[in-house]
């Protein structure tokens, strides 16, 4: 049974990590820290943790979890994990999105190729029934070759545009990006805010692949609604993969396959899909850490892959010109497109 801990109480992704736990096999869940002393105390009644600290280096130290839920800001991703690593804590689950801006991405990068640290980020999408049914269709070859990948969501880049990547390369697996072309406005979610989730509000990429497949991704208002529009933004995400032979169409609330002239659909609760989906992440960590050729899906490497896409795509719209992938971010990429934006 693995000792498992979340750092960072607030929010319903914490609800998500710990509810999870429901449907975890070899895990439970034994310490939690916060640095609000009443929401640590709130949070650990509710699911019953013993544990509790207010320093997660003292939680590492005392606790010596396994595994670790990072539920924070993105401008304390790096920090943390040089802890963990520091503390020998083996595997870690970050939220998203992984960084906040070029220099950020830089120093997580560095981190990534010196580290033997296990961590995989919070994508829980990825591992819902219904998607992975779906993906694991369009790896079978049901819809034959593919041709065209589009994704969407009504929140920025930021809060939700790595989801959407995520999506990408889970219909796309071993296939990498080569270049990105897009356009970007809006700079209210450029502004300085203690979460420091910088997008713009709204943008539009063309990704190719080296596969020959191009992929279109938009984010923001632009983003087509997949449920009435007075519903949350954050239920709006969706992703369609179309192939040689028909296409596969995932959202928060519905899915739908029409291969060979034969068109399927139905519903699904997003709530249920989800908790299940955090589940199988989890659990799926486990793996990795029993066998290190199980490398999770959710790994760092890729994660770092999408998080360049972001960065390329804003080059992209500053200089009006297609950019090649990876690229070296420029400094200060989030301050000239906020000026930019500004103008």
Known sequence: MYKCAIVGVSGGRAQGHAEAYRHIRRGALVAVSSRQQDKLEAFADQFGVAERYTDYRRMFEHARPDLVHVNTPPHVRLEILEAAEAAGIPALIIEKPLACQGEDFIAIRDFAKRTTVKVAINHQLHFHPRRMALQNLVGEGAIGEIRFVEASARMNLAYQGTHSLQAIGAFLPGATPVSV???????????????????????????????????????????????????????????????????????????????????????????EEDILGQAGLTEAMFDWLEDDAAVHPLNLVLALQDFNIVLGLYMSALHHSVVALPVEPEPDLIGKLRRALEA
């Open 181 to 271: 072309f897009g356009q970007v406005s809006g700079a209210m979610g450029l502004q300085e805010t203690r979460g420091q989730h910088y997008a713009p509000d709204q943008s539009l990429a063309k990704i190719a692949y080296d596969t020959g497949v191009h992929a279109v991704l938009q984010c923001g208002a632009n983003a087509p609604l997949v449920r009435p529009a007075d519903e949350a933004l954050h239920t709006h995400k969706r992703i369609a993969v179309y192939g040689a032979r028909g296409y596969v169409q995932w959202t928060m609330w519905s899915w739908e396959t029409f291969i060979d002239g034969v068109h399927v659909g139905g519903a699904h609760a997003y709530p």
